[in-house]
């Protein structure tokens, strides 16, 4: 089992939709959750991060995140094709942070 | 501007040779790291250095060695004993030294062998 899953994708949502980017992860004893956004050959761009259990929302970015099911979600409302991109999950610790492969969003106009 | 630049952006590696890739970095962040991205792969941890003039190897730090002599600098020498260099190498920094504190990256350097 992979420290950090993330489906590879693509998901691909119409324009104005609800996007939903979902990451498991392992370690219990994680204690902090980033989301970033990478576009295709630039580094990653963080989004989001979260704590505590429940939802944080940041314009039309929402964190979610439920440690007892090990899952923490990103919702993208309102998409825009300048949403396209790969959204990484990323999980921190005490030794270390993880990183998840990815998942590829493709927003269509 | 406060930010993380990496240069060059492109690097061409001939066989058997040593090539360092610079990390600078001014919003006074006492963490550096070094990360190596692949196709398909999350990123993975090279190295890291939470304090200047210490630092510690992350998963893949074999055919790496880094440097901390300055806050602001953080540079990647990849040696010839690293057989398959062809990475998106990534620079990031964060305020304190742990693992659960925000990571904020640079532009990258792409490593390319001739």
């Known amino acids: 089992q992979k420290e950090v899953e993330q489906n590879s994708g693509p998901l691909s949502v119409p324009e104005g939709a609800i996007a939903s980017l979902n990451c498991t992860y392992s370690d219990r004893g994680s204690q902090s959750f980033f989301w970033y956004r990478q576009y295709s050959g630039k580094s990653p761009e963080l989004i989001m991060f979260?704590?505590?259990?429940g939802d944080k929302e940041d314009g039309r970015f929402t964190a979610q995140l439920n440690k007892a099911s090990q899952y923490v979600s990103l919702l993208i409302r309102d998409s825009q094709p300048s949403d396209s991109a790969t959204y990484l999950c990323?999980?921190?610790?005490?030794?270390?942070?993880?990183f998840g492969t990815g998942t590829k969003l493709q927003v269509i106009p | 501007d406060g930010g993380i630049t990496q240069s060059p952006k492109y690097l061409f590696r001939k066989e058997g040779q040593n090539v360092t890739l610079s990390c600078e970095q001014n919003l006074n962040h006492d963490a550096m790291y070094w990360y190596r991205q692949d196709p398909g792969q999350g990123l993975r941890l090279i190295y890291y250095?939470?304090?200047?003039?210490?630092?510690q190897k992350g998963d893949i730090a074999e055919g790496y060695s880094v440097s901390r002599e300055k806050k602001e600098s953080f540079p990647l020498t990849v040696t010839s004993a690293q057989k398959n260099p062809t990475a998106f190498y990534l620079c990031?920094?964060?305020?304190?030294?742990?693992?659960?504190?925000?990571?904020?990256f640079g532009p990258g350097t792409r490593l390319l062998v001739l």
């Open positions: 979260i704590y505590s259990n």
């Open positions: 250095s939470q304090i200047v003039n210490d630092f």
């Open positions: 990323a999980v921190g610790g005490y030794q270390k942070v993880t």
């Open positions: 990031a920094s964060s305020i304190g030294g742990h693992f659960q504190e925000t990571q904020y």
